[in-house]
């Protein structure tokens, strides 16, 4: 009977070992790790910004805190409107300007005089904090709320008691309109050498945040809950890390290198995701002039690859017209978009697949990652940082996008990956793409490919844990044509999508197939809008429109000072040249005739890191001799971070022939500056 017993306890020893040895063992997170907030906030990746204020009336990008509150007057404003659109649109949550660089408030801040209370909106009775939080909870989208440190309004900016009232400020708002899960600083300022300066006191603001609402994710140039990829154009880095070493920065001035926002830093000590802001027009803020210059769904795809497919989340500026509703032109973009990402990603091809792997830890299989469930997931031995997994498909497919997640609660392990595929006539293996970081969301495209296998090869930090792939063939858009005009007035318009038939009007109507049809470039010297449309399958399909607006061509002009060879580049016509010039001398340009200008534009070199002029002024002549100051000490807002044309209005009409652009201060210190063209507006 001992024995007996002996033995069966013996047995059951040896069945608890073994089963004990088949049965999943938890994998260890490895380094920085989101929390349960960053972890459920990364998953929401794409909801809409609104820019809507003062600027929205007055046409300008930084409003200077001076305007008259009472421009601040929609006409027919609807905060249900935005909420419907930002829902069927795919978006999760919409973050508004609740007080943007001029210091005025969409609400009725005790702590301001610069408010809707002061406006004409309403009678001054609105708030549009209420309305728009309303509206969220109503749509059941997020609410969020960006408010800006910089304040040109307040009289206490540049002194120590500003801390405290735009703290005040912050626990207005954020004890207010319910939960709001994202507080949005932004860290640009525009005050220049000689203005004012402000110290923040950033931990006083985050306590704000946090007392009043636990779960927000705070978004600056270093987080702490998500950080700015560094630039306004909608890419993210191709090496993008959640992780970055972000003690002894600040947003703004004392913020890290564009360079590492931009990609993270592989072993930061804290967990701060990357977002991509980026406008879905030229401008943050609405103006009557972007109507036909909203974005392409070619170009928002190109942003969605950029940003969601590259380990971010995507937050879409759609700025409200004039009325206080969304123009009809972004509703429908923002419809076409969905539409193209549906159809991008339509059918998994993993879903009949076979998957097999060169090494599973027990518990975490391969067909983890074929499951819609993110929290199942596959993950090799521990000590395996280079496994590699095949996928069978069976029989041949064709395809060209492939989609990765890591399972982010563990880290994000994954800094390289090669995807191969099987060439059947070859017999062997041939490389289809590589690339770093996964992260949250990776989406690769490349060309379309036939073929029954492929392989993914990682190298990891520490054992990749995977939740997803697809595998999917994605339909070509058409692209829409690019028009350009060279110096003479000479027109050229292609399209990257091979033999569409282009048709182009000339006179501000929409092209239709009924237009002029594209067969040979044509001359346009003159003032005008050049509009354009590709078209395939006998017109079935059709892109988006293009629209140019071109001023007089300047054929005739000449520089007058500076000197030298290269100079002529600032009036060529071509956006992708430019020079610099040292001093900040001035630049003239003798246009060879009268004209009547209402303005001119400006386009800068397109990048952060350039020289480009902050700080000018603009002088018109008749005989540049004597000169008429028609701008003084002006600004371009917003060059820093969004390097893109300007365009400036005069105050009034002038009549001249030569024009003087002198710098007085650049974005950075530099011995030179940077111009890539100069026009003239007359129309
Ligand atoms: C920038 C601001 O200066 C722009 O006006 C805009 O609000 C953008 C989102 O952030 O830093």
Redesign the pocket.
Same mark, same amino acid.
């Given at each position: 009977m001992k024995s007996a017993l002996k033995s069966f306890l013996f047995c059951l020893l040896i069945i608890v070992l073994l089963s004990s040895c088949n049965k999943e063992k938890p994998i260890a997170p490895y380094g920085a790790l989101p929390s349960d907030h960053q972890y459920e906030w990364q998953q929401l990746e794409y909801y809409m910004?609104v820019?809507f204020g003062p600027n929205t009336f007055t046409d300008v990008?930084?409003g200077d805190g001076k305007e008259d509150p009472k421009v601040f007057n929609p006409t027919d404003l609807d905060c249900r409107q935005w909420a419907s659109t930002a829902k069927a649109a795919g978006m999760k949550g919409i973050i508004i300007?609740a007080k943007?660089?001029d210091g005025f408030c969409l609400w009725p801040s005790k702590f301001s005089t610069h408010t809707v209370r002061e406006s004409l909106w309403k009678g001054g009775k609105g708030d549009l904090l209420k309305e728009l939080s309303d509206a969220c909870k109503e749509y059941g989208l997020k609410f969020g709320v960006?408010l800006?440190p910089w304040d040109q309004n307040h009289p206490a900016y540049g002194t120590p008691e500003y801390n405290q009232i735009f703290a005040n400020t912050l626990n207005e708002v954020l004890s207010g309109y319910g939960e709001v899960f994202e507080q949005w600083f932004?860290?640009?300022n525009?005050e220049g050498h000689n203005g004012k300066k402000q110290v923040y006191d950033w931990d006083l603001f985050h306590e704000t945040v946090y007392r009043n609402q636990p779960q927000a994710i705070i978004f600056s140039d270093v987080g702490p809950g998500c950080r700015w990829m560094g630039n306004?154009r909608g890419i993210a880095g191709e090496t993008n890390w959640a992780t970055m070493n972000i003690e002894g920065f600040e947003p703004g001035r004392n913020a890290p290198p564009i360079k590492i926002l931009n990609s993270g830093e592989q072993g930061g000590k804290a967990w701060v995701p990357a977002e991509t802001?980026v406008?879905i027009r030229p401008g943050?803020?609405y103006s009557p002039s972007t109507d036909d210059k909203v974005k392409t769904v070619e170009e928002l795809m190109d942003i969605y690859y950029t940003s969601v497919g590259r380990n971010s989340n995507l937050l879409l500026?759609v700025p409200p017209d004039r009325r206080g509703r969304i123009h009809p032109v972004d509703s429908l973009r923002l419809m076409e978009f969905r539409r193209a990402i549906e159809e991008e990603f339509k059918e998994n091809l993993i879903k009949g697949a076979k998957l097999s792997s060169s090494d599973t830890r027990t518990g975490y299989t391969v067909s983890n990652m074929q499951d819609d469930d993110y929290e199942t997931y596959w993950s090799s031995d521990e000590n395996n940082l280079s496994p590699s997994i095949e996928v069978d498909f069976k029989e041949e497919k064709t395809f060209n996008r492939l989609l990765l997640q890591e399972y982010l609660p563990l880290g994000q392990r994954v800094s390289s990956f090669s995807v191969s595929y099987w060439d059947k006539n070859k017999n062997d293996w041939q490389l289809l793409t590589e690339a770093t970081t996964i992260g949250y969301k990776r989406i690769l495209r490349f060309p379309l490919v036939t073929t029954n296998k492929i392989k993914i090869e990682f190298k990891a930090l520490a054992a990749p844990v995977i939740s997803s792939i697809g595998v999917y063939k994605a339909k070509e858009q058409l692209s829409a044509p690019s028009v350009e005009r060279d110096k003479s007035g000479l027109v050229t318009i292609k399209c990257k999508t091979p033999d569409p038939v282009i048709y182009y009007s000339t006179d501000g109507t929409e092209p239709t197939i009924n237009s002029l049809r594209y067969e040979k470039t044509f001359i346009q010297k003159g003032a005008g809008t050049i509009k354009a449309i590709a078209v395939i399958d006998k017109g079935n399909t059709k892109s988006n429109i293009v629209t140019m607006d071109y001023d007089i061509a300047p054929e005739k002009w000449k520089i007058v000072s500076p000197s030298g060879e290269e100079v002529g580049r600032v009036i060529d016509s071509n956006a992708h040249t430019y020079i610099y010039i040292a001093d900040k001398k001035p630049l003239i340009i003798d246009l060879n005739e009268n004209l009547i200008l209402k303005g001119f534009t400006y386009v800068p070199l397109g990048r952060m890191d350039a020289p480009n002029i902050y700080r000018y002024n603009f002088y018109v002549s008749d005989d540049g001799i004597e000169w008429l100051k028609v701008k003084d000490n002006a600004t371009f /807002?917003?060059i820093k971070? /969004?390097p893109v044309i300007q365009s400036i209005a005069f105050d009034k009409e002038v009549r001249a022939r030569y024009i003087k652009l002198t710098p007085i201060e650049l974005v950075k210190e530099s011995d030179k500056y940077a111009i890539s063209e100069i026009e003239v507006i007359t129309r």
């Open positions: 910004f820019h990008e930084w300007t943007h660089h960006y800006s932004d860290g640009a525009g306004e802001d406008s943050w803020f500026n /807002n917003n971070n /969004n």
